[in-house]
Nanobody, 123 residues
Framework: QVQLVESGGGLVLAGGSLRLSCAAS????????MAWFRQAPGKEREIVSV????????FHTDSVKGRFTVSRNNAQNTMFLEMNSLKPEDTAVYFC????????????????YGQGTQVTVSS
């Protein structure tokens, strides 16, 4: 079993930055592909970023490329999402997930989920 807890969300002005964290409990953290998803009000949950177990491979959805960076520290059992040049359309609840394949892009393809952290970007 893996438990995931997100933190780092908040209210920020457009153009600002935030760093989200996802702390994992349980064993063998480095064996899990990890991902960030987000869900805006009235919209479906969508993939944001994916990172392989050892961090050597990453994926970012087109709308965040060049602005967001996913990383992980396996010694600390933590995954991060560095978000720069934030836009109002980035406003959403951000969730971390673990246990899917690296090419998994749907929420239900992952085994473990966090409760989410709210990110609000004001214009």
């Amino acid at each position: 079993q893996v438990q995931l807890v997100e933190s780092g969300g908040g209210l920020v002005l457009a153009g600002g930055s935030l760093r989200l964290s996802c702390a994992a409990s349980g064993r063998a953290f480095s064996t899990y592909t990890m991902a960030w998803f987000r869900q805006a009000p009235g919209k479906e949950r969508e993939i944001v970023s994916v990172i392989s177990g050892r961090g050597g491979n990453t994926f970012h959805t087109d709308s965040v490329k060049g602005r967001f960076t996913v990383s992980r520290n396996n010694a600390q059992n933590t995954m991060f999402l560095e978000m720069n040049s934030l836009k109002p359309e980035d406003t959403a609840v951000y969730f971390c997930a673990a246990g899917g394949r690296f090419n998994a892009r749907r929420w239900n393809e992952y085994d473990y989920y966090g409760q989410g952290t709210q990110v609000t970007v004001s214009s």
